[in-house]
């Protein structure tokens, strides 16, 4: 039954595209599969123990640190990273508002900011019926994606703004596509 | 990462027949598992992932009223499951204040129960484990202390459990369903975890080859929806293990307590259940002198197992806290800081010199 020295075929849709993968390996990981083989370095391996957020990715909708999970047990899951967020040139409203609110610094853990971003207000619960964002709720949120430069005030206030925005753009335009982009120019 | 097998399990008794061989190890999420693999702290020849088992990420309402959480449900799940957070309430704040949500997200229920401790001498190679390498000595004794057991340690292991999640479950009475070579079994949860004693590499009641099916709270643990609370003292705001946490339950009928739960985190080798202070509490009315007492007696046998004496007192504290705010009721909506006892909402309650 064992598998390690034998080659193990996975598929990932990667991005939206479906990528058939074949491990040598039962160690590698979603982040070194994405960084070392799919070319994809926009998750970045900071700690690479679960500790700093810089390699957050969805997978199937919802936000993990890819830097703990085994490739070869997400057989056939579907990732979004960060490459994969804008809708061609047109920016997310979290990636803009980081740009809006100056929502980083060196930059290194900004891939994994936004995508922790787009997970919790998607997650909802950030507001009352109707009303903005509470601040404290979204620093709470996303106290899972360390910052050395220290840039937390500015991505705060990124965050409140693309919830504002996203909010706003889902009630006049509720055809949101799978990836999280929105129809119009929300930002 | 020392390199290893990796077998699919597809049904829970292959899952079983494959973790029959030695050096085999359980893989469910991954984040304390994988952690401790990149660490060089756990080298498993073999691993079994149960994550395509079928029928094991469901959250049952039984038909006596009990719930059962299945072993591969995700933390993150079970935290945004509208009916089981207005059940309990407990065990939802203190799953929002574990870890992070990337975490959450990823970590399952038998995971979170079965995470080893943090203790930082076990996750150093280089110091002496008794955990680790039975014999080999307990390099905490004499460290760095200040966050270790105070109740329940032994001089072989002075380390703690560090769940947030274990803590109202031990006070809610859940119910450990195990399946393993010999069949099915349950165990009370407040005595699934092991106490060091002289054997401290014997961390939980799981025989050779069993595995965690579900986590099952009985018909009553609902009973306490309306008036209970997870505390939890960290080093910082958010994102940290406790220094000390509480979780309570009560049930008031016309005025008194008809029942009360008591169980503290991060202060033994195990959730610490403090059935003698819950004694204490029933039939009585709520007041500041009963919930002190309560907690003296929760903590009536606790001693330093070196620099951390204030958790001691830290815990007696945090117990009457809790019982204060779960005597107030439970908030309609979770705090934005979950289980914080500095929560800034006004309606938090009670004062920060409890």
């Known amino acids: 039954m064992g598998l390690s020295i034998m080659s193990i075929p996975i598929t990932l849709t990667v991005n939206g595209v479906r990528r058939e993968i074949v491990l040598e390996d039962a160690r590698v990981t979603l982040l070194d599969l994405l960084r070392e083989r799919l070319d994809l370095t926009g998750a970045k391996k900071g700690c690479d123990r679960g500790q700093c957020g810089a390699c957050t990715i969805l997978v199937d909708g919802t936000r993990i640190n890819a830097c703990l999970a085994l490739a070869v047990s997400h057989d056939g899951a579907s990732l979004l990273t960060i490459e994969g967020l804008a809708d061609g040139d047109v920016l997310h409203p979290v990636q803009a508002a980081f740009l809006d609110n100056d929502g980083f610094q060196c930059g290194f853990c900004t891939p994994g900011q936004i995508l922790s971003a787009v997970a919790l207000i998607g997650e909802g619960g950030l507001a009352e019926e109707g009303g903005p964002a509470d601040p404290e709720r979204v620093r709470e949120g996303m106290s899972g994606n360390l910052c050395r430069c220290g840039a937390y005030a500015g991505i705060t206030q990124a965050v409140l703004q693309a919830h504002a925005a996203m909010t706003h753009a889902a009630m006049h335009a509720p055809d949101v596509l799978p990836g999280g982009n929105l129809t119009e120019d929300a930002a | ?354």
């Open chain 2, 1 to 354: 990462m020392k390199s290893f097998d990796y077998v699919r399990a597809g049904s829970l008794a292959e899952a079983v027949a494959a973790a029959s061989a030695p050096g085999a190890a359980y893989l469910a999420g991954g984040t304390n598992l994988v952690d401790l693999m990149k660490g060089g702290l756990t080298r498993p020849d073999r691993l079994v992932d149960l994550t395509r088992l079928p029928g094991l990420d469901r959250i049952e309402t039984l038909p006596d009223g009990a719930t059962r959480i299945g072993a591969l449900v995700r933390n993150g799940a079970l935290t945004r499951d509208a009916g089981f957070a207005g059940r309990y309430p407990a065990v939802v704040e203190a799953l929002l204040s574990g870890a992070s949500a990337q975490l959450r997200n990823a970590a399952t229920t038998a995971g979170n129960v079965l995470q080893r401790t943090r203790c930082g001498y076990f996750y150093d190679p280089a110091s002496a484990c008794n955990k680790r390498s039975p014999g080999a000595g307990c390099e905490a004794r004499g460290g760095i202390t200040r966050t270790h057991a105070v109740l329940g340690w032994s001089e072989h292991c002075i380390a703690t459990h560090p769940s947030d999640f274990c803590v109202p479950l031990a006070a809610l009475d859940a119910v450990v369903e195990i399946e393993g070579p010999t069949g099915r079994r349950e165990v009370p949860f407040d005595v699934f975890h092991l106490l060091p004693g002289d054997t401290p590499e014997r961390e939980t009641a799981l025989r050779a080859g069993e595995v965690v099916t579900a986590i099952r709270l009985p018909p009553e643990a609902a009973g306490f929806a309306g008036h209970s609370r997870y505390l939890k003292v960290r080093e910082r705001t958010s994102y940290a293990f406790a220094v000390v946490s509480a979780a309570v339950g009560l049930r008031l009928e016309g005025g008194t307590i008809a029942d009360g739960r008591i169980a503290l985190g991060s202060v033994a080798l195990r959730p610490w259940r403090a059935r003698e202070a819950e004694a204490l509490l029933a039939g009585r009315a709520p007041s500041p002198e009963v919930f002190a007492e309560a907690a003296r007696a929760a903590l009536a046998g606790a001693t330093p197992s070196g620099d951390n004496a204030f958790k001691i007192e830290l815990a007696r504290r945090i117990v009457v806290r809790a019982l204060t705010l779960a005597a107030a009721g439970t908030p309609g909506r979770m705090p934005a800081l979950p289980a914080s006892p500095f929560a800034t909402s006004p309606t938090a309650g009670a004062s920060h010199h409890a």
